[in-house]
């Protein structure tokens, strides 16, 4: 992460946010560019329980390539993106009613939701996963619920809560 920071630094990028700015997780540093906009550089995502080289690394397995503003660039699978936006929506206590959620996941094709949810269990992302698309009930007894109810439930909670429930 520092070497990327670095680099995006040495071509007027800015920090923004900070790791530990506002989060629980301390999982991604905001950098703004004076005219490329802001870009969220994280070193972990919340959610994902695997180990994060591992995570990474299974990711970048199954990355595809797609033309962004007419240049190739390397992008997660679409499972990867579907799982990505559902665990960033569960994080931000977005509805299961969000036109977003409803096009990657009710609206999506079983075969398509079963990719995701093999993506979850192989990144061990279950819970969160469950917290995003309404079926969080059923990670009762894991340890993880009580955070992803607290963070899904779309209210701001107080940091002290969201430690204790982490």
């Known amino acids: 992460i520092v070497p990327l920071i670095s ?3 040495a071509h007027r990028w800015s ?15 905001t950098m703004t560019h004076p005219q490329l906009g802001h870009v969220d550089v ?22 595809t390539n797609a033309a ?14 579907r799982l990505i936006l559902l665990l960033h929506a569960a994080r931000g206590g977005v509805p299961a009613t969000h036109p ?3 096009r990657t996941w009710s609206g999506a094709q079983q075969t ?11 990144l061990q992302a279950q819970v969160a996963l469950a917290a995003a ?3 969080l009930e059923d990670y009762r007894s894991h340890r993880e619920h009580d955070l992803w109810q ?3 439930s779309g209210r701001e909670q107080p940091l002290s809560a969201l430690w204790f429930a982490r």
């Open 112 to 122: 398509d939701r079963d990719a995701v949810l093999r993506l979850a269990d192989s």
């Open 68 to 81: 962004i503003a007419h240049v190739p660039c390397w992008v997660p699978s679409v499972a990867a993106q």
């Open 100 to 102: 977003d959620i409803r």
């Open 150 to 152: 607290l963070l899904s």
């Open 42 to 63: 994280h070193r972990v995502f919340p959610g994902i329980g695997r180990d994060p080289q591992d995570a990474f690394d299974l990711l970048w397995a199954e990355r």
């Open 7 to 9: 680099a995006m630094q």
């Open 15 to 29: 920090r923004t946010f900070d790791f530990g700015d506002d989060s629980p997780f301390e999982h991604a540093a």
């Open 133 to 135: 698309t309404g079926r």
